[in-house]
């Protein structure tokens, strides 16, 4: 079945780095791709998506370019700030069937330092 | 409301006890998930409704877990005979239409549900 993988956190980083959390998938059809993001204390929220091969989703400073023949949609961010401390997971949507449930990687916590 | 709640934040529950967690969607939105993320992991999928029609419930653990959305809007997932493994943060998340694959759905705060 449809499935995604991800980058095993904790992922540390020091204020400005760069950022990188790998994201793989494998699904059957032609999926959109999402990341969510979960800070501390609060839900669920989308960070970014992309609903077909080659595009990119963007939003606030973070970017991820779906792969088709990679099948990959890895984030990435320039410069990291304390306040991006997370947790993020990555998620596909099936295409093709009545039900868009979101099938989510287990989650990548990200902890950055000052 | 302006976004999706759900009730109770935190529900403790003896063992074989039933428990009903609500969700109050983000009005007017169609589509209804719920999800289950255990500690660790990543949320994963239970039932879907659109409006008030159950379309999927393929990812119910077992026929103790019972979803239901009468009048398309509030839903109330229970769960009879509680076991630990049901022990676990209970999401609902709404979307405006639900038809594509492309569209966001919003998540509430879940509901942290611990069985002794």
């Known amino acids: 079945g449809d499935s995604v993988t991800q980058m095993e956190g904790p992922v540390t980083l020091s204020e400005e780095a760069f950022l990188t959390i790998n994201c793989t998938y494998t699904a059957t059809g032609y999926p959109s791709l999402f990341w969510y993001v979960q800070y501390p204390g609060e839900g669920l929220q989308l960070l970014l998506k992309a609903t077909k091969a080659d595009d990119k989703g963007s939003n606030k400073g973070f970017e991820a370019t779906y792969r088709k023949e990679t099948t990959s949609f890895h984030l990435e961010k320039g410069s990291v700030q304390v306040s991006d401390s997370a947790v993020y997971f990555c998620a596909l949507s099936p295409g093709g069937g009545a039900t868009n449930k979101l099938i989510f990687g287990t989650g990548t916590l990200l902890a950055v330092q000052p | 409301g302006a976004g999706v709640s759900q009730s109770p934040r935190y529900k403790v529950a003896k063992r074989g006890q039933d428990v009903a967690l609500r969700c109050d969607p983000i009005s007017g939105h169609v589509s209804l998930f719920w999800y289950q993320q255990a500690l660790g992991q990543g949320p994963e999928f239970l039932t879907y409704f659109q409006n008030e029609a159950q379309l999927d419930k393929s990812g119910l653990p077992s026929d103790r877990f019972f979803a239901e959305r009468p009048e398309g809007s509030v839903s109330t997932l229970k769960i009879q005979r509680t076991q630990q493994e049901d022990s676990a943060v209970y999401l609902c998340?709404?979307?405006?239409?639900?038809?594509?694959?492309?569209?966001?759905?919003?998540f509430g705060p879940g509901t942290r549900l611990l069985v002794l």
């Open positions: 998340a709404s979307s405006l239409l639900g038809l594509a694959t492309q569209e966001t759905q919003y």
